[in-house]
């Protein structure tokens, strides 16, 4: 199993619609919880960081966060062309506190 | 307020040479990490240096080194390279001072081809 698994892609979905990306981990012990966004050949940018159980928003970002079942999640809404990207999941704390663990990525394109 | 800088911006080198590639980390940040990301997957964790001596290491040989200078620069050496060490390197800033959180902040990145 991957210690970060993140919602296979691509993924895509219309100008305006609400695009919800997941990802679950493996260590309980994770602590911090991150999102960042990824050009195509560019470096990743953050976006979110979320620390305890429950919703952090802001501006048209929501991420959500459950450590009971492992699972975080980063809802976008009213989707923009300029979305379009890959989302890293990425967390840290428990067994690799100070570094990140990243997942896959998955591809998001929202088309016009 | 500056972010956090790397150079140079893409190196070509060929199979056996040394690299170094360098970062500077944001202003107030005294934490450097190194990532390697190969096309299509997530970054993966190189090491990071903290008071000048690396603390953590991932699953990387001892071809890949680093250092860590008083002003908190650092530098990421690779010897005998690899055509599997063409990827894109990515330096992160952080802060450990106390109150701060685990927060990375990443670089533009270096593009390595080898030749």
Request: hydrophobic share 30%; charged share 15%.
């Amino acid at each position: 199993q991957k210690e970060v698994e993140q919602n296979s892609g691509p993924l895509s979905v219309p100008e305006g619609a609400i695009a919800s990306l997941n990802c679950t981990y493996s260590d309980r012990g994770s602590q911090s919880f991150f999102w960042y966004r990824q050009y195509s050949g560019k470096s990743p940018e953050l976006i979110m960081s979320i620390y305890s159980n429950g919703d952090k928003e802001d501006g048209r970002f929501t991420a959500q966060l459950n450590k009971a079942s492992q699972y975080v999640s980063l809802l976008i809404r009213d989707s923009q062309p300029s979305d379009s990207a890959t989302y890293l999941c990425a967390v840290t704390g428990g067994t690799s506190y100070g570094k990140l663990t990243f997942g896959q990525g998955t591809i998001l394109t929202v088309h016009p | 307020d500056a972010g956090v800088t790397q150079s140079p911006t893409h190196l070509i080198k060929t199979r056996g040479q040394q690299v170094t590639l360098r970062c500077s980390p944001k202003s107030g940040h005294d934490t450097v990490s190194w990532y390697q990301q190969a096309l299509g997957q997530g970054p993966q964790f190189i090491f990071q240096y903290y008071e000048e001596e690396e603390r953590q290491r991932g699953n990387f040989p001892d071809r890949f080194s680093g250092h860590q200078f008083p002003n908190y620069s650092s530098e990421l050496n690779v010897n005998a390279l690899l055509l599997g060490d063409s990827a894109l390197y990515l330096c992160a800033s952080s802060s450990r001072l106390a109150g701060s959180t685990d927060t990375q902040y990443f670089g533009p990145g270096t593009r390595l081809t080898v030749l």
